[in-house]
């Protein structure tokens, strides 16, 4: 039997660190600008600064916050509707129209009404983001409603369950697997969201900062900025993919 490579866990690792390798030593080497691509270890150096003195720590966790609390809003209402419009169609031919303009909008556009409706502050970009992530949860809440097997609901009835039952304990908990992989897609469209709406309009965070250091031509903190805001995605997609795996493995099977 051929044994798995010890070298696969570490390909990840690998490809990152030849680009920062490469990053440094183009930099190093002057083939662009310091203005335009400062070297990774000034960069890093950066980093360590705006850590140490609280600036990143407050601006990330400014960020989260408002990127989490349009989540969780966001996605409350959008299971809601979702759930809702696959058990009444009067509903689905309520909601489904403004699902249908909304999705595809760029949601950014919105940012001057909800900063005009509810100010410069942080509710705007929560609400926003709540209205970006409202979308895509709609569509697949409803899809994983809709795909519940019919099988399963004629048993649930045939051993005398009611509605209300079937409802809770069947097609709400066969939704959970579909639901949460949708809840993955709009984690990073929180992120996005939430990033954009403080480049555009400030008030603090990791966007409004980088934004600032950019017009300053500070480029090792916008570099730096840049990396944080990647890592923080990834770690966030890795975290909900382990608690998939250990939680809702089952659906896998």
């Known amino acids: 039997m051929p044994q798995k490579s010890v ?11 030849l680009l920062l390798l490469v990053w440094e030593l183009a930099a190093r080497a002057k083939l662009t600008p310091p203005l335009f691509l400062p070297p990774f270890s000034v960069v890093a150096d950066q980093l360590c600064r705006s850590i140490a003195d609280g ?6 966790a400014l960020s989260l916050a408002r990127a989490f609390g349009g989540l969780l809003v966001g996605t409350a209402t959008g299971v809601a509707c979702g759930l809702v419009m696959s058990r009444s169609r009067f509903a689905e031919w309520l909601i489904d129209p403004f699902v249908a303009l909304g999705f595809p909008a760029p949601k950014i556009a919105f940012l001057p009404i909800f900063i005009l409706w509810f ?6 970009k929560i609400l926003l983001v709540a209205f970006a992530c409202i979308f895509p949860v709609v569509i697949g809440t409803y899809n994983a409603a809709r795909s519940v097997g019919r099988l399963f609901v004629w048993s649930a009835l045939s051993l005398g369950s009611n509605r209300r039952s079937i409802f809770f304990h069947v097609i709400l908990p066969a939704c959970y697997p579909r639901i949460f992989t949708t809840f993955r897609i709009a984690v990073p469209v929180a992120l996005i969201t939430t990033f954009t709406a403080e480049m555009v ?5 990791m966007g409004a900062t980088l934004i600032y250091s ?4 500070e480029s090792p903190t916008v570099f730096a900025y840049i990396v944080v805001m990647m890592c923080v995605g990834l770690v966030l997609d ?14 896998e099977n």
């Open 238 to 251: 890795s975290a909900l993919l382990s608690f998939q795996r250990r939680f809702l493995g089952w659906a």
């Open 7 to 17: 070298l696969i866990p570490w390909r990840p690792v690998t490809s990152v660190v």
């Open 119 to 124: 100010g410069i502050g942080s509710s705007s």
């Open 201 to 205: 309009a400030g008030g603090g965070g």
């Open 55 to 60: 600036s990143l720590t407050n601006d990330l």
């Open 214 to 217: 950019q017009r300053f031509f």
